[in-house]
């Protein structure tokens, strides 16, 4: 296969972030059809990115692609995505997977019966300043990591599906923390325990939390912690990590693309820069990558069910007014076990 032909399905804020990114991958994706339930806006993306196809039902232009991104309210995630599986397409699901633990087995189980690519769109994971950090990490460069702290800060009072908890598939932590509590297991491993505090006061338009704090304790005793709300009119720390190291401190100001190394009585030091933005191409190159070679995604199907397990968890716990038990929730332990999500592995 030379060049994927790729159909977007959804066509509204997230799939205008996308097309930025096509541009850079002429020569392995090509954007053959639209799809969106306002035929205008499948139109003008079609027209933008030169699609000869597109249409107000996804059905339609299955047939002019090999695989589709999948750009659509979290409710929506499993019926499509299932539907494209079943039609021989590979599958990029924008996160998070689906809104329960059976709809992303029966997902995973229907691409790896079919031998398709599924992939989950963290693109976070696939950036230069947090794969750079994770090199870090694992080549502990400046000692070992024992704290690793995310904030997200902003204000995000959108799309009217994304207010509703049944179609959110929970709140801010489940919408958007999905990729922190993705990237804690990443750099920090296999987690022990957890907890979760949200809260819905300053963001009244949310069901469910519109402000989520998470602090997770891993295995070797490092401490991962993430802090994210829509309700921010006001920021300084914006997209930003600090890294903890027995050595040093790296900083991410996400927001600005730069990296700072921190050390006491020395000055903040510049180690890296990056254009800062969604960058989704790193992300859609990868997932033509796996495509072509037939490589799994690092972004796949069971470490992306895993990390949601933890925000299930986690959840539960707090409406019980306990420490949530994360153990089995690693990204790389076993995963296909139904109801994980509910009972640690013992």
């Given at each position: ?45 079609a027209e933008l990115l030169g699609a000869g ?124 923390g999905c990729h922190y509590i993705d990237c ?35 295995e070797n005793g490092a401490l991962g912690y ?121």
């Open positions: 296969m030379d060049t994927i032909k790729l159909a977007i399905i959804g066509c509204g804020g997230m799939g205008n972030a996308h097309q930025a990114s096509f541009s850079e991958l002429q020569n392995d994706i090509t954007v053959t059809a639209t799809c969106d339930i306002e035929i205008e806006k499948a139109r003008a993306m196809h597109y249409s107000d039902d996804y059905r339609k232009i299955l047939d002019y692609c090999d695989a589709v991104l999948l750009v659509l309210p979290h409710h929506l995630h499993f019926e499509v995505g299932m539907e494209c599986l079943r039609a021989g397409k590979h599958v990029l699901m924008e996160k998070p997977m689906c809104n329960t633990e059976s709809q992303c087995l029966d997902l995973i189980h229907l691409a790896q019966a079919k031998q398709l690519t599924l992939m989950t769109a963290y693109p976070v994971r696939y950036l230069p300043l947090y794969r750079q950090l994770k090199d870090i990490i694992d080549k502990k460069t400046y000692g070992d990591v024992f704290q690793v702290s995310i904030w997200t800060e902003q204000y995000t009072m959108t799309n009217i599906w994304s207010k509703s908890a049944e179609k959110l598939g929970g709140g801010q932590l489940f919408s958007h804690l297991l990443w750099y920090l491993g296999n987690p022990v325990r957890g907890f979760h505090l949200g809260t819905n006061y300053g963001t009244p338009w949310m069901e469910k939390e519109g402000t989520s704090n998470v602090t997770m304790e891993f993430h802090f994210g709300t829509w309700g921010a009119k006001g920021s300084k720390l914006n997209y930003s990590v600090h890294a903890h190291f027995t050595e040093a401190m790296v900083e991410l100001n996400v927001s600005d693309g730069l990296m700072y190394l921190h050390k006491f009585g020395d000055e903040p030091q510049l180690i890296a820069s990056y254009v800062p933005g969604k960058n989704t191409q790193f992300e859609i190159g990868h997932f033509a990558h796996c495509i072509k070679t037939g490589e799994t995604p690092e972004t796949n199907g069971p470490e992306s069910l895993q990390g949601l397990r933890n925000i299930w968890r986690m959840y539960k716990a707090e409406q019980e007014g306990v420490i949530a038990d994360l153990r089995g929730l690693g990204l790389k332990q076993e995963w296909d076990i139904p109801d994980l999500a509910k009972l640690p592995r013992r």
